[in-house]
C-alpha cells in the first residue's frame, strides 16, 4: 500500500489550493484518512481527519477555510484550502489507516496506519 500527495505549492494569501492523496496497491477499505502538516521548526500536527466522510474535525486554526472530502471509490482524500495564510505555510502529510485485501479477506479489520510523502505548501503575505 501506498499513498501519494499531490497539490502543494506557492500562493499569496487569500488564495487557494487543493491537495489530494490517492491509495494504492492491495487496498481493501480505508477506515480514515487525515491531513497533518509541519512547518519548519514546529511539531506535527493535525490539521483534519474524516471517518466516514461526514464525520470530520478540524484544528481550530482551520476551521471554515479547510474541508476534508474522500472518495471511496477513488481511494483518495482531498484537503480544500481556502483563504490561505502565511501561518499555514507547512509540508503537508496525508494519514490513512487501510484494511488490505489480504487482511480483509482473513476477517482482520483492525487496519494499519499508512502515511504519504509530504507536500510542501507556501503562503506569501
Known amino acids: 500500500v501506498q499513498l501519494q500527495a499531490s497539490g502543494g505549492g506557492s500562493v499569496q494569501a487569500e488564495e487557494s489550493l487543493t491537495l489530494s492523496c490517492t491509495a494504492s496497491g492491495s487496498v481493501s477499505r480505508v477506515k480514515f484518512w487525515a491531513w497533518y502538516r509541519q512547518g519548519l521548526g514546529n511539531q506535527r500536527e493535525l490539521v483534519a481527519i474524516?471517518?466516514?466522510?461526514?464525520?470530520?474535525n478540524y484544528a481550530d486554526s482551520v476551521k471554515g477555510r479547510f474541508t476534508i472530502s474522500r472518495d471511496n471509490v477513488a481511494k483518495t482524500v482531498y484537503l480544500q484550502m481556502n483563504s490561505l495564510k502565511p501561518e499555514d505555510t507547512a509540508v503537508y502529510y496525508c494519514?490513512?489507516?487501510?484494511?488490505?485485501?489480504?487482511?480483509?479477506?482473513?476477517?482482520?479489520?483492525?487496519?494499519?496506519?499508512?502515511w504519504g510523502k509530504g507536500t510542501q505548501v507556501t503562503v506569501s503575505s
Open positions: 474524516t471517518r466516514t466522510g461526514t464525520d470530520t
Open positions: 494519514n490513512a489507516d487501510v484494511i488490505d485485501n489480504d487482511d480483509y479477506d482473513a476477517g482482520d479489520f483492525d487496519g494499519v496506519d499508512y
